[in-house]
């Protein structure tokens, strides 16, 4: 039992001495010499060169104090590690212990397969393999710099955890951020604060949370995500943008704002084209615009919201595809395909259009509106066009019609008060008589037909219709009138469809 006691001791020994011993300091220089004053430490000048534990020093003097197993070194400093490192400098201090290099210079430099670093203070930490610096540094990879005041890069991992102003600079896009961690082998740039990214083509990016790809571009955001160009603002949940191909995509609460137009789209899904040849944004799930105005506000839905904008996200056109609706306190409407030009505030509704004023329904194949912020200016209808009021507000049985191959409509105070009929005008009118105690009683139908008509509309109600043309024209009693002469062709009564609300237009048809 002593024998291997003594014997596990002195393994344990010659274990340390060797531990101990592949620590030294290896050296060697032209000219070296020692002096009684400092007998510990050695001058060495011309060609000095130690190796330590794989690492190599190249420097034109040195003072190494071989007791403690430590140096200065100065003068052209080259340090290399494997021959994947390389660090050059000014003056170097040398712990072989710790195995810490502190490095100096008005110029160091520092490259590996990676990446190069430019600053004027280093220190090299081999047992962590780490580089740390707390003064301003430049950091150059394939295709960008980052400069910062402070960090630390992990060899192992090629992360560099930045924590001060931090600067990254491209062809097309800066970023700024205070705490950002980078790997020099993936190219990406991981965001942990406030950070704002700013492209060539004046788009403006901030973020708390995510990462962007120095190689390619591309970034996301996950925290407070915002991407705003002169008055125009986009936030989202998570959001996608590569500065390169300026396609970007949004997630989840999205909101677009427009100041300049007074616009506001939101959504869930938002996919984003900013090309200078063709620039549009489109949003999907619950995708809704509103047109804000201190008088009145405009909404309106649809499965997709398609808006056409310039670079500078100026919004053009917005078209609105399958199910659309929209809503305003004086006019509503429906198809499934909208168009609206914010340049000259013309509305074109195909695909089943329909839209409301007042007691007006207006239905055909192609709808034109001149349709502003505050005013209702006119219409147009193309084919199979119909105009429908509720003729008796006690049931719902009895409809003053208006048709034709195509309409003019003219509005006043927002309030449609003449439609011009062309081409085979026909008219359906029922006429009722004030009784004393302002019930009404009807009279008769009114039945005609022409080339051309004229329809006066005053209080809601269709006033006087005047036949420019061939007309033709009957009255009769409404027993007499067979039911298939009480409707025209493409009659449709959609009181359901009329949205009532805002909320309502996200009510399928």
Same mark, same amino acid.
């Given at each position: %039992?002593?024998?291997?006691?003594?014997?596990?001791?002195?393994?344990?020994?010659?274990?340390?001495?060797?531990s101990?011993?592949?620590k030294?300091?290896?050296y060697?220089?032209?000219?070296?010499?020692?002096?009684?004053?400092?007998?510990?430490? $050695?001058? %060495?000048?011309?060609?000095?060169?130690?190796? #330590?534990?794989?690492?190599?020093?190249?420097?034109?003097?040195a003072?190494f104090?071989?007791?403690?197993?430590?140096?200065? /070194?100065?003068?052209?400093?080259?340090?290399?590690?494997? @021959?994947?490192? #390389?660090?050059?400098?000014?003056e170097?201090?040398?712990?072989?212990?710790?195995?810490? /290099?502190? %490095?100096?210079?008005?110029?160091?430099?520092?490259?590996?397969?990676? %990446?190069?670093? #430019?600053?004027?203070?280093?220190?090299?930490? &081999?047992?962590?393999?780490?580089?740390?610096?707390?003064?301003?540094?430049d950091?150059?990879?394939? +295709?960008?710099?980052?400069r910062?005041?402070?960090?630390?890069?992990?060899?192992?991992?090629?992360? $560099?955890?930045?924590?001060?102003?931090v600067?990254?600079t491209?062809?097309?896009?800066?970023?700024?951020? @205070?705490?950002?961690?980078?790997?020099?082998?993936?190219?990406?740039?991981?965001?942990?604060?406030?950070?704002?990214?700013?492209?060539?083509?004046?788009?403006?990016?901030?973020?708390?949370?995510?990462?962007y790809?120095?190689?390619t571009?591309?970034?996301?955001?996950?925290?407070?995500?915002?991407?705003?160009?002169?008055? &125009?603002?986009?936030?989202?949940?998570?959001?996608?943008?590569?500065?390169?191909?300026?396609i970007?995509?949004?997630?989840?609460?999205?909101?677009?704002?427009?100041?300049?137009?007074?616009?506001?789209?939101?959504?869930?899904?938002?996919?984003?084209?900013?090309?200078?040849?063709?620039?549009?944004?489109?949003?999907?799930?619950?995708?809704?615009?509103?047109?804000?105005?201190?008088?009145?506000?405009?909404?309106? #839905?649809?499965?997709?919201?398609?808006?056409?904008?310039?670079?500078?996200?100026?919004?053009?056109?917005i +078209?609105?595809?399958?199910?659309?609706?929209?809503?305003?306190?004086?006019?509503?409407?429906? /198809?499934?395909?909208?168009?609206?030009?914010?340049?000259?505030?013309?509305?074109?509704?195909?695909?089943?259009?329909?839209?409301?004023?007042?007691?007006?329904?207006?239905?055909?194949d192609?709808?034109?509106?001149?349709?502003?912020?505050?005013?209702?200016?006119?219409?147009?209808?193309?084919?199979?066009?119909?105009?429908?009021?509720?003729?008796?507000?006690?049931?719902?049985?009895?409809?003053?019609?208006?048709?034709?191959? &195509?309409?003019?409509?003219?509005?006043?105070?927002?309030?449609?008060?003449?439609?011009?009929?062309?081409?085979?005008?026909?008219?359906i009118?029922?006429?009722?008589?004030?009784?004393?105690?302002?019930?009404?009683?009807?009279?008769?139908?009114?039945?005609?037909?022409g080339?051309?008509?004229?329809?006066?509309?005053? @209080?809601?109600?269709?006033?006087?219709?005047?036949?420019?043309?061939?007309?033709?024209f009957?009255?009769?009693?409404?027993?007499?009138?067979?039911a298939?002469?009480?409707?025209?062709?493409?009659?449709?009564?959609?009181?359901?469809?009329?949205? +009532?609300?805002p909320?309502?237009?996200?009510?399928?048809r």
């Open positions: %039992m002593k024998i291997n006691i003594l014997f596990l001791l002195f393994i344990s020994i010659t274990s340390f001495s060797y101990q011993a592949s030294k300091i290896n060697k220089a032209n000219w070296s010499e020692t002096r009684p004053s400092y007998p510990d430490e $050695i001058i %060495m000048v011309e060609k000095v060169e130690f190796e #330590h534990e794989g690492m190599r020093m190249y420097c034109d003097s003072i104090n071989e007791k403690e197993n430590r140096f200065n /070194a100065f003068g052209n400093i080259h340090i290399v590690q494997k @021959d994947t490192l #390389h660090i050059w400098g000014d170097l201090y040398y712990e072989g212990q710790t195995k810490t /290099a502190e %490095m100096f210079g008005e110029r160091i430099v520092m490259k590996d397969k990676q %990446m190069t670093m #430019h600053t004027t203070y280093l220190i090299l930490e &081999r047992e962590q393999n780490t580089i740390k610096y707390t003064r301003w540094a950091i150059f990879d394939e +295709k960008s710099k980052l910062s005041q402070k960090a630390t890069y992990n060899m192992s991992t090629k992360d $560099i955890l930045f924590n001060s102003n600067e990254i491209s062809d097309s896009t800066k970023v700024y951020s @205070d705490t950002m961690n980078y790997n020099t082998k993936t190219n990406i740039s991981t965001f942990f604060g406030p950070t704002n990214i700013i492209t060539n083509d004046s788009t403006f990016i901030y973020t708390e949370l995510g990462w790809n120095t190689k571009e591309e970034s996301m955001s996950v925290k407070q995500s915002q991407m705003i160009n002169k008055e &125009r603002l986009l936030q989202a949940d998570t959001l996608f943008y590569n500065s390169q191909t300026k970007g995509e949004g997630i989840s609460n999205i909101y677009i704002e427009d100041t300049t137009k007074k616009l506001v789209v939101t959504g869930n899904k938002a996919y984003i084209n900013n090309k200078d040849s063709l620039s549009y944004t489109f949003i999907t799930n619950m995708a809704m615009v509103k047109q804000v105005d201190s008088k009145d506000t405009l909404y309106l #839905h649809s499965d997709t919201i398609w808006l056409d904008h310039d670079t500078s996200m100026n919004i053009k056109f +078209k609105a595809y399958y199910h659309a609706k929209f809503f305003r306190n004086d006019i509503q409407g429906a /198809a499934e395909y909208i168009k609206y030009s914010l340049e000259d505030s013309i509305l074109l509704m195909t695909n089943n259009p329909v839209f409301w004023n007042e007691q007006n329904q207006i239905t055909a192609t709808i034109l509106m001149n349709i502003g912020k505050n005013n209702i200016y006119g219409f147009q209808t193309y084919y199979n066009s119909l105009v429908v009021q509720n003729s008796d507000t006690l049931t719902e049985y009895r409809f003053n019609q208006i048709g034709g191959k &195509r309409m003019v409509g003219y509005f006043e105070n927002n309030k449609l008060y003449l439609v011009n009929v062309f081409g085979n005008a026909q008219s009118y029922y006429i009722w008589e004030e009784n004393k105690d302002t019930t009404s009683s009807l009279m008769g139908v009114n039945i005609g037909s080339s051309e008509m004229k329809v006066y509309i005053d @209080d809601k109600k269709i006033k006087k219709i005047t036949t420019i043309t061939s007309p033709v009957y009255t009769d009693d409404e027993e007499k009138i067979i298939e002469e009480k409707t025209l062709k493409g009659f449709m009564w959609m009181k359901k469809d009329r949205p +009532k609300t909320l309502d237009i996200f009510i399928e």
